[in-house]
């Protein structure tokens, strides 16, 4: 049940230690689009959002005094973002050629999946995703 009516949307904001730097890799890495960048009077990027097919994903310069602390400051990441794609083998490559760890190689599961899972250059895990081979 949802209160209050029905959630239309939902998508996460990344902190990240070098937010310029993260626009570079997750367009380049996963061919997304960057649709706005918001930086304050110094520079500091504290919104971007960007596209990935029809997801959304935001964006923002970690700043410890608001609270935002990237996965490296807090000594990894609590969450793990699932991407579904056509091809996780080719996605889980195509980020470890531009910075990325892989975690755990993409193999067919048990549980009917093709998965993988990679660290990005900002600590973030990603479980890449599709179906089995």
């Given at each position: 049940m949802i209160i209050g009516g029905m959630i239309s949307e939902l998508h996460p904001k990344l902190l990240v230690s070098d937010a310029d730097a993260a626009i570079d890799f997750y367009t380049q890495a996963l061919g997304a689009k960057l649709n706005i960048r918001?930086?304050?009077?110094?520079?500091?990027?504290?919104?971007a959002e960007l596209t990935l097919?029809?997801?959304v994903l935001s964006l923002a310069q970690s700043i410890a005094a608001w609270g935002w602390d990237d996965p490296g400051s807090l000594g990894g990441?609590?969450?793990?973002i699932t991407v579904t794609v056509a091809d996780p083998d080719?996605?889980?490559d195509r980020m470890a050629?531009?910075?990325?760890?892989?975690v755990?190689?993409?193999?067919?599961r048990p549980y009917g999946?093709?998965?993988?899972?990679?660290?990005?250059?900002?600590?973030h895990l990603w479980v890449i995703s599709g179906e089995p081979r």
């Open positions: 918001i930086a304050d009077d110094r520079g500091v990027v504290n919104h097919g029809s997801a990441s609590p969450v793990l080719v996605t889980a050629q531009h910075g990325a760890e892989i755990i190689p993409v193999e067919n999946k093709r998965q993988g899972r990679v660290k990005d250059p900002f600590g």
